[in-house]
């Protein structure tokens, strides 16, 4: 457990949440799929490459009755993710400093064990270790979230990642490496004499290779030493030898073959029943797939292949789907929900499943119990549910969830769903906007964009302590101290910087308006 300085000391690799990662939404799979997992507000969480705690960090501070552990090898990220701790005074996450493979002796067991964009990124005799110890640290109802890169996707990538560490194998500056891979790749798709498969290929790995916010990923991916894709199904029976099997995947919705063609969707179908992993095998054979986030579970516990819609009514619901024109309620009468900000699209013509997706899209980014869902129904439908009524609704929230329309949950993720007396925001959304950052950490998980100089500063007055007046006397004496924010005459509109805050789901929840913690 000695601290070793590695490439992640050299050049930062600042870590961020991982939404698939959050342990509510791995426990609502796990129970689809036939297991009872622990519940996130109690659970014990281990991450084998935690960096700086940028995806720990934040699951503690909404889940405080449950407890994290995070190890890495790299001294200065660990050291900086125990600053942000010590800032934030959460007492249920620990960042070690460590080798993941040889862990101390004292390692409990786990309810959910995290390892993302380690895997592939590791020798042989390290992946080996890593899923040793997941196996060896998982509880019996556990469930291991491995991130990794695959065939045949990253046969495309490795051709771009072998020009770039030829062009830079002898630079050893960082900034310089990845200043030159990123012109070797622009020198060789800028010279494509006409257009075709290859300039299109080099094309789109010239523009993943120019964004500003993945250096640190084209560092420490593209030209580390190791990088190295497996297949599927290389994988499945690599953890296989360690005992564990495989679950699900993490984004559930890439397992989804409604949109293929009807023949290879049929023939997915039906393979799926009589060999789930040969089924994704193909899938990925159809999609290139290049990334996955698979999840593993204890080889000895019984998995169902398919989703146990039961499971559903047993779980919390979110969808942002809102419907086209006016929606008619009626029998028989079909409606298409589209995804705000996306392709998605479903349609049905069941009354109580009309109304249900029509008021979760009211609420979004709020989430509901199937109970509470049915009950909102109800009162659009105008009449109490069947029992075929809650059948259908579990069999749509499953196919919407299974589309990546909906979002099902063991118990919704807590955040205020609106501005309160004394609002108070994240206090990891605001220890992030005082460093500057413009992508912010928020209570769902995610990272949302906040580059409005009004709602930044409106972040930081949101500590629980002012009312909706002092909020606004102070911002509007901020904004006039900032001309070249707001012009002088301009007033300031708190409410909806307020709502939009909240839509943003970065306003904890509180109680008698005092703060959360």
Not at 67 to 74: C, H, N, S, V, Y
Not at 107 to 120: K, N, P, Q, R
Request: proline residues 7%; contains cysteine; negative net charge.
């Amino acid at each position: 457990m000695t601290a070793t300085m590695t490439a992640y000391d050299h050049v930062a690799y600042p870590g961020y949440p991982i939404p698939h990662a959050h342990p509510g939404r791995l426990a609502a799979i796990a129970a689809l799929h036939g297991l009872d997992p622990a519940p996130p507000s109690c659970c014990r969480v281990l991450e084998l490459g935690a960096g700086d705690g940028g995806n720990l960090i934040p699951l503690a501070y909404v889940l405080p009755g449950a407890t994290f552990l995070g190890i890495d090898l790299a001294p200065t990220p660990v050291e900086r993710g125990r600053q942000c701790i010590a800032e934030l005074g959460l007492t249920n996450v620990e960042l070690r400093c460590g080798d993941a493979t040889n862990p101390p002796t004292d390692l409990a067991s786990f309810d959910y064990i995290v390892v993302h964009g380690l895997y592939s990124w590791v020798p042989p005799l390290v992946r080996e270790r890593v899923l040793a110890v997941a196996r060896d640290h998982l509880a019996p109802n556990g469930v291991v979230y491995v991130s990794y890169n695959t065939y045949p996707g990253c046969h495309v990538r490795e051709m771009i990642r072998g020009m770039m560490r030829y062009h830079t194998r002898a630079m050893t500056e960082p900034r310089h490496r990845i200043d030159q891979a990123r012109a070797v790749v622009k020198f060789v798709a800028d010279g494509q004499v006409a257009p075709g498969a290859y300039a299109a290929v080099l094309r789109e790995e010239l523009n993943r290779a120019a964004y500003a916010e993945d250096e640190a990923l084209l560092f420490h991916d593209d030209l580390a030493e190791v990088s190295d894709p497996v297949w599927f199904h290389e994988f499945i029976d690599h953890a296989a030898h360690h005992g564990l099997r495989f679950l699900a995947e993490a984004s559930y919705h890439s397992s989804d073959v409604g949109h293929l063609p009807e023949k290879a969707r049929d023939t997915l179908l039906a393979l799926r029943q009589a060999d789930v992993v040969q089924a994704e095998q193909y899938l990925d054979f159809l999609t290139c797939r290049r990334f996955r986030r698979t999840l593993l579970c204890r080889q000895d516990v019984a998995v169902r292949p398919d989703a146990d819609p039961g499971r559903v009514r047993g779980m919390a619901a979110c969808c942002a789907a809102r419907p086209e024109g006016v929606p008619d309620l009626a029998p028989d009468v079909l409606v298409t929900f589209r995804e705000p900000d996306g392709d998605g699209r479903m349609t049905t013509d069941l009354p109580f499943a009309k109304a249900a997706v029509l008021h979760l899209g009211e609420c979004y980014p709020r989430g509901l119990r199937f109970e509470e869902l049915l009950i909102a129904a109800s009162a659009r439908v105008g009449r109490a549910p069947s029992d075929s009524d809650r059948e259908a609704l579990a069999e749509t929230l499953l196919t919407a969830f299974a589309g990546g329309m909906a979002e099902l949950l063991v118990d919704p993720l807590q955040f205020a769903r609106e501005a309160g007396p004394r609002p108070e925001a994240s206090a990891i959304a605001r220890r992030q906007v005082r460093a500057g950052d413009q992508m912010l950490t928020n209570l769902r998980h995610e990272r949302v964009k906040v580059d409005r100089p009004v709602a930044r500063q409106l972040l930081l007055l949101m500590d629980g302590t002012r009312d909706f007046t002092a909020l606004t006397d102070e911002l509007t004496k901020w904004a006039a101290s900032q001309p070249a924010v707001l012009a002088p005459a301009t007033a300031v509109q708190i409410g909806p910087e307020l709502e939009a805050l909240a839509r943003l789901a970065l306003i904890n929840e509180t109680t008698n308006n005092l703060p959360r913690r």
